[in-house]
């Protein structure tokens, strides 16, 4: 069944299951990298979805924060995992082709969840929000949170959380799926003990992901942040931030 919905002038081209409405609030805009369903891909009871979101601020809410990496974690609500199953296989195959999609509701931003980073143990999964079902949203869809979601290169090595050798670093980057700025470069930045930073010119992308490795040799035991983002002339895409800690 095909179903579409108008909000904020935005086309959602569906081909997934559900019914939306024009007064319909979504409660996550998401790209997804992966799915990771538990405890089998026969009759999985939760999901990670590995991804970046863009998850609405308030209940009700048609205001979203800014781009987030990391997963949302999930469990299907009893009596419903049939349904839950199914979107989770429609997300399985979208994964990793950089389709922006939509989900949940934000009536009910509970169950939304969080966006889980730093490479940590999932524990404690929310309740699949079935919400309005699973939608597919249009290339050429002009909303704020979509454009920044193609628009956010995400942080891939080292990635947030992650514990890393000192010495020398190269900072690894996936690249925008923002067909508008298919050619835009990446500025690259990276910050140490004291304050100390380094940022690179501008890089040219390479096929995928954009790497750059700086001058700064990494000490042992201290935590550094770094930062990238996407610019194509006088154009700049939103900042993408991952934290970790070297080995000591």
């Given amino acids: 069944m095909k179903r579409c919905i108008g909000l904020a002038g935005l086309l959602l081209v569906c081909g997934?299951?559900?019914e939306v409405r024009a007064s319909d609030t979504i409660g996550c805009y998401a790209i997804?990298?992966?799915?990771?369903?538990e405890p089998n891909e026969d009759?999985?009871?939760k999901i990670q979805i590995w991804g970046t979101f863009a998850l609405?601020?308030?209940p009700g809410s048609r205001t979203y924060g800014a781009p987030a990496y990391g997963c949302l974690y999930f469990a299907a609500e009893k009596g419903k995992e049939d349904v839950s199953r199914k979107e989770w296989a429609d997300m399985k195959k979208l994964a990793g082709k950089g389709q922006v999609i939509a989900f949940g509701s934000s009536y009910e931003l509970k169950n939304m969840g969080r966006v889980r980073t730093g490479g940590g143990l999932l524990e404690k999964p929310e309740t699949y929000p079935l919400g309005f079902g699973l939608s597919k949203i249009g290339d050429d869809a002009d909303f704020g949170p979509l454009k920044d979601l193609r628009a956010f290169p995400v942080p891939a090595d080292?990635?947030?959380?992650v514990l890393t050798p000192?010495?020398?670093v190269t900072l690894v980057a996936h690249n925008i799926f923002d067909k508008k700025?298919?050619?835009?470069?990446y500025v690259f930045e990276i910050e140490g003990p004291d304050g100390v930073k380094e940022t690179s010119k501008e890089v040219e992308a390479g096929d995928k992901e954009t790497k750059w490795t700086p001058k700064m040799e990494l000490k042992g035991g201290e935590k550094y942040t770094w930062r990238v983002h996407a610019v194509d002339g006088t154009w700049k895409g939103p900042t993408a931030v991952a934290k970790f800690e070297t080995k000591k």
């Avoid at 080292?158 to 959380?161: I, L």
């Avoid at 700025?181 to 470069?185: D, F, G, I």
Wanted: include cysteine.
């Fill in 158 to 161: 080292p990635g947030d959380g």
């Fill in 32 to 37: 997804i990298d992966k799915v990771v369903l």
């Fill in 56 to 58: 609405a601020k308030e």
């Fill in 16 to 18: 997934l299951c559900g």
């Fill in 181 to 185: 700025h298919a050619k835009a470069s």
């Fill in 166 to 168: 000192k010495g020398k």
């Fill in 43 to 45: 009759s999985p009871t």
